[in-house]
């Protein structure tokens, strides 16, 4: 039977219908509550308490722990998967066939070429321009190569436009960064897997010949799809919000980007190594900054702890700790920051502040300590997040489209002055 809530106001009632989803998560359908109210509208700031949409994508239980995209759970993903065929899955749907695979595969080295004249823009920015503000300008400058809206009407529209992005951002990633340090760019071999070849655009020496390291790759390929999507974050609601006013796919992935950029959201990761070497800095003292943490008056807080949604514990970040140690193990390197790392986690966990909240850390806890192993700097490594989140970007975004979303427009309660007259300026006191 179908659940109804009813909401009193002044006496009166109104009755909204409950929707549940398959994982019998209910929500409260207020479409019709402004027009039953005469215009009463609800204040949720942050979006704590609000659904925005109904998702096929992702499934996620901040209690539990769980993570599943289009059903499937991550740890298994992590594990079996590699990151071409999660990408198919989040955007369409499905595991790919091995044909399917093949196919997607191909096309997407299809693509992968990248105007020259995007050079040009590249060259225009400063060595000292942070990579994630380069590459969400190089994302929306494709709109320029690639004129035209796309037409979602057509599938086969739409799958040209993903497959061209899914090609030529890990391009533009690697130029971005190779561009910072002075290395000529490069046109990566299509011969080479995805990651495989991201990996070569990142690295390849000019003067030596490029060799895979299957370590390496592997662990690329793990982080990119604990990253790949995680339904309806900061940057996921702006690529759906941008998206909702037709703008296209690549400037609402542009968009994205910037979203990701913040501290707060895929920032964290950069932000963590610096506050590890902080620590490290000022003799290892892990107390100390637990306290920095806690006290109200200080605006520090622990980069890597907490989350909107996990109040248990964060399933990427345990998958992405035990990667962490397996990968600088089998790479024969030794960080102290990990040991910093491991230290502070354990102090937090057990810190009645931070266990009273609920705070755990989260997937960008450890990932920074891979990347810099695996040789990224770190101010590529949010880049690496976007890397990693871009097909479920996309799949939000096809999702939003084909759904026929509304424009996102969110209503407010005003507080500023009320009806004023207008002074003339030689009268403003
Ligand atoms: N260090 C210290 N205190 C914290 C932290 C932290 N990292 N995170 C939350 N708190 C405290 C906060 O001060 C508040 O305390 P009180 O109730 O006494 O005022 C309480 O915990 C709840 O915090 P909130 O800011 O209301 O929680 P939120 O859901 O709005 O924020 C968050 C979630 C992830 C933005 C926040 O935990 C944070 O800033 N963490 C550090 C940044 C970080 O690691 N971000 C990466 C998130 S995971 C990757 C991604 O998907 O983007």
Not at 85 to 107: M, R
Not at 267 to 276: D, K, S, T, Y
Not at 317 to 323: E, R
């Given at each position: 039977?179908?659940?109804?809530?009813?909401?009193?106001?002044?006496?009166?009632?109104?009755?909204?219908?409950i929707?549940?989803?398959?994982e019998?998560?209910?929500?409260?359908?207020?479409?019709?509550l402004?027009?039953a109210t005469?215009?009463?509208?609800?204040?949720?700031?942050?979006?704590?308490?609000t659904?925005?949409c109904?998702?096929?994508?992702?499934?996620?239980?901040?209690?539990?722990g769980?993570?599943?995209?289009?059903?499937?759970?991550?740890?298994?993903?992590?594990?079996?998967?590699?990151?071409?065929?999660v990408?198919?899955?989040?955007?369409?749907?499905?595991?790919?066939?091995?044909?399917?695979l093949e196919?997607?595969?191909?096309?997407?080295?299809?693509?992968?070429?990248?105007?020259?004249?995007?050079?040009?823009i590249?060259?225009g920015?400063?060595?000292?321009?942070?990579?994630?503000?380069v590459?969400?300008?190089?994302?929306?400058a494709?709109?320029a190569?690639?004129p035209g809206?796309?037409?979602?009407?057509?599938?086969?529209?739409m799958?040209?436009?993903?497959?061209?992005?899914?090609s030529?951002?890990?391009?533009?990633?690697a130029?971005?960064?190779?561009?910072?340090?002075?290395?000529?760019?490069?046109?990566g071999?299509?011969s080479l897997g995805?990651?495989e070849n991201?990996?070569?655009?990142?690295?390849?020496?000019?003067?030596?010949t490029?060799?895979?390291?299957k370590?390496?790759?592997?662990?690329?390929d793990k982080?990119?799809?604990l990253?790949?999507?995680?339904?309806?974050n900061c940057?996921?609601?702006?690529?759906?919000?941008?998206?909702?006013?037709?703008?296209?796919?690549?400037?609402?992935?542009?968009?994205?980007?910037?979203a990701?950029?913040?501290?707060?959201?895929?920032g964290?990761?950069?932000?963590?190594?610096?506050?590890?070497?902080?620590?490290?800095?000022?003799?290892?003292?892990?107390?100390?900054y637990?306290?920095?943490?806690?006290d109200?008056?200080?605006?520090f807080?622990?980069?890597g702890?907490?989350?909107?949604?996990?109040?248990?514990?964060?399933?990427?970040?345990?998958?992405?700790?035990?990667?962490?140690?397996?990968?600088?193990?089998?790479?024969?390197?030794?960080?102290?920051?990990?040991?910093?790392?491991?230290?502070?986690?354990k102090?937090?966990?057990?810190?009645?502040?931070?266990?009273?909240?609920?705070?755990?850390?989260?997937?960008?806890?450890?990932s920074?300590?891979?990347?810099?192993?695996?040789g990224?700097?770190?101010?590529m490594?949010?880049?690496m997040?976007?890397?990693g989140r871009?097909?479920?970007?996309?799949?939000?975004w096809?999702?939003?489209?084909?759904?026929k979303?509304?424009?996102?427009?969110?209503?407010?309660?005003?507080?500023?002055?009320?009806?004023?007259?207008?002074?003339?300026?030689?009268?403003?006191?």
């Amino acid at each position: 039977m179908s659940k109804i809530a009813t909401l009193e106001i002044d006496g009166n009632k109104y009755e909204f219908p409950i929707i549940q989803g398959t994982e019998s998560e209910l929500g409260i359908d207020i479409k019709a509550l402004r027009g039953a109210t005469g215009g009463i509208t609800t204040i949720d700031p942050g979006y704590k308490n609000t659904g925005s949409c109904e998702s096929a994508i992702t499934f996620l239980d901040g209690e539990k722990g769980i993570l599943r995209y289009r059903g499937y759970a991550i740890e298994e993903l992590a594990e079996k998967a590699d990151f071409l065929e999660v990408a198919y899955l989040l955007i369409f749907g499905d595991l790919p066939t091995a044909v399917e695979l093949e196919k997607f595969s191909n096309d997407i080295k299809e693509e992968s070429h990248v105007d020259e004249d995007m050079k040009k823009i590249l060259d225009g920015f400063p060595k000292s321009a942070h990579p994630m503000g380069v590459l969400s300008s190089l994302t929306n400058a494709l709109i320029a190569f690639n004129p035209g809206s796309v037409d979602v009407a057509s599938e086969e529209a739409m799958y040209d436009a993903i497959v061209k992005i899914l090609s030529k951002f890990p391009v533009l990633a690697a130029w971005t960064m190779r561009k910072r340090q002075g290395l000529p760019l490069d046109y990566g071999n299509d011969s080479l897997g995805y990651v495989e070849n991201l990996h070569k655009m990142m690295f390849a020496r000019p003067n030596r010949t490029y060799r895979a390291n299957k370590i390496v790759n592997d662990a690329l390929d793990k982080l990119l799809i604990l990253h790949a999507d995680h339904e309806q974050n900061c940057s996921t609601s702006t690529v759906r919000i941008v998206g909702s006013s037709h703008a296209g796919l690549f400037a609402s992935l542009s968009a994205g980007i910037s979203a990701l950029w913040g501290p707060l959201h895929g920032g964290a990761n950069q932000a963590v190594i610096e506050m590890l070497e902080a620590i490290k800095r000022d003799g290892g003292d892990v107390g100390k900054y637990i306290a920095k943490a806690k006290d109200k008056n200080d605006p520090f807080r622990l980069m890597g702890f907490g989350h909107r949604v996990y109040k248990n514990f964060d399933p990427r970040a345990k998958i992405i700790k035990s990667a962490a140690e397996e990968v600088l193990g089998d790479l024969g390197i030794e960080d102290p920051v990990l040991d910093i790392a491991k230290k502070l986690a354990k102090v937090a966990l057990e810190d009645e502040y931070f266990v009273q909240r609920k705070l755990y850390p989260n997937v960008d806890f450890y990932s920074g300590i891979i990347y810099r192993a695996l040789g990224v700097p770190t101010d590529m490594f949010t880049v690496m997040f976007a890397l990693g989140r871009l097909p479920g970007w996309i799949a939000q975004w096809r999702e939003m489209r084909l759904r026929k979303e509304p424009i996102g427009r969110p209503r407010q309660i005003y507080i500023g002055e009320r009806n004023r007259p207008f002074v003339a300026v030689e009268k403003r006191k």
